[in-house]
């Protein structure tokens, strides 16, 4: 695609120049946090209002292509992490499968006592022991989500001792437990960052956030874990299909 805004197009100009910004990075001309021409260079040199310049690049930044810094410009943003909502997969697995190098540190790892949300939500008796681990996601090094588990610890004695920074939870209860998670339900909303998730994730103080409620369920139809995971809005796109 030529970089040439066309006055006689039927194609509104801010679309045209959304399309050029969009096909530079695309192409690869500008590589994730580059920064981009200014509002002001890119009048100049299409000789476009600001606000027609703004129009497109407020496309870019509501599709995810590129974000803000205020004082320093626009930047292009790193690819989103699409997730199906239809199969459980686990963030080691799902990294892999990308060509992503999985990283996880390990928080917290203790017992608590199950209060009454937590009893609801496991099926189990208020007090009852879990095994309670706080993790921080990584991908190629990069702050992804940080996930809050609570597993019913009479189905998986000595969990807590296991090695979660370089091994998949899941795969561990099945292979050490014989615990095998196979359907689980979930709630997803968008809540602000706090500011220890944003310390954390490495993002600004009430960024959006994807915010997961799920309970996984074994072969034998009993409730496992109950996670909660925080992910960057910046960094995951969630899909599924419909069908009639």
Known sequence: MENIISRNSKIPLYYQLYNILLNNIKEGVWQPNDLLPSESELVDQYSLSRATVRQAFDM?????????????????????????????????????????EPGTKVLEREIVSANEDLANELQVPEG??????????????????????????????????????????????????????VYARQRIRAVPATEELAELLDIEHNSPLLHIERVTFSDQDIPIEYLQINLRGDRYTFYTELRD
């Open 60 to 100: 870019l930044v509501n599709q995810g292509y590129v974000y803000r810094r205020r004082g320093q410009g626009t930047f292009v943003a790193r690819p989103t992490i699409e997730q199906n909502l239809v199969r459980i997969v686990s963030f080691w697995e799902d990294m892999k499968q990308r060509g992503l």
């Open 128 to 181: 009852e022991d879990l095994a309670s681990i706080v993790r921080l996601r990584l991908a190629d090094g990069e702050p992804m989500s940080v996930e809050y588990s609570y597993l019913v610890h009479r189905y998986c004695p000595g969990v807590l001792d296991q090695d979660y920074a370089n091994n998949s939870l899941r795969m561990m209860l099945r292979e050490q437990f014989n615990v095998n998670l």
